[in-house]
T-cell receptor
């Protein structure tokens, strides 16, 4: 079964700088997907970006991009030009196992953007 | 697109009462909805998977008689916390899956049982 590891409990970044949030996974499946969600203090979970294991290019969505390294089983989220509103918890997630609807989440990383 | 609403956002109730939480997909049909629970400073814990027209599938350790789930239509799932006790106080959040793999989450419900 899938296991998601986020090793950074907290990260700090200066406004307008880029930051990388780490995520590694552990799966034996050949086909899988990886998700990143943002959870502000209000509690809602906001979908940010998705990477499929067979996607040839790293996913990008506005200021969010994924540094997907399949051989290393890592899918790090890169946020460029950080904004104060980016301060939140960030969760990496993936299906529990191949074809499963269920997602397993990492423990999350708390990002603080300093002015 | 892919908006999920959840109601109520906050509820405070007395011990022993039942609380119903609604989860709606507003602009898409969701054959599958999920209910999660989140404790402070922790990750999401899947409670159950809800499929329209069938019984919910509960995760190990989740009491199905305690947390009643009804998925009556392709856009509505409800979670009822029966005979709530203080230990049920938590943040409950639902998600709905569209035809793809992505789960879209509601804004969550904070439950406080006194």
């Amino acid at each position: 079964a899938q296991k998601i590891t986020q090793t950074q409990p907290g990260m700090f970044v200066q406004e307008k700088e880029a930051v990388t949030l780490d995520c590694t996974y552990d799966t034996s499946d050949q086909s899988y997907g990886l998700f990143w969600y943002k959870q502000p203090s209000s509690g809602e979970m906001i979908f940010l970006i998705y990477q499929g294991s067979y996607d040839e290019q790293n996913a990008t969505e506005g200021r969010y991009s994924l540094n997907f390294q399949k051989a290393r089983k890592s899918a790090n989220l890169v946020i460029s030009a950080s904004q104060l509103g980016d301060s939140a918890m960030y969760f990496c997630a993936a299906p529990l196992q191949g074809g499963s609807e269920k997602l397993v989440f990492g423990k999350g990383t708390k990002l603080t953007v300093n002015p | 697109g892919a908006v999920v609403s959840q109601h109520p956002s906050w509820v405070i109730c007395k011990s022993g009462t039942s609380v119903k939480i609604e989860c709606r997909s507003l602009d898409f049909q969701a054959t599958t909805m999920f209910w999660y629970r989140q404790f402070p400073k922790q990750s999401l814990m899947l409670m159950a998977t809800s499929n329209e027209g069938s019984k919910a599938t509960y995760e190990q350790g989740v009491e199905k008689d305690k947390f009643l789930i009804n998925h009556a239509s392709l856009t509505l799932s409800t979670l009822t916390v029966t005979s709530a006790h203080p230990e049920d106080s938590s943040f409950y959040i639902c998600s709905a899956r569209d035809r793809g793999l992505t789960q879209y989450f509601g804004p969550g419900t904070r439950l406080l049982v006194l």
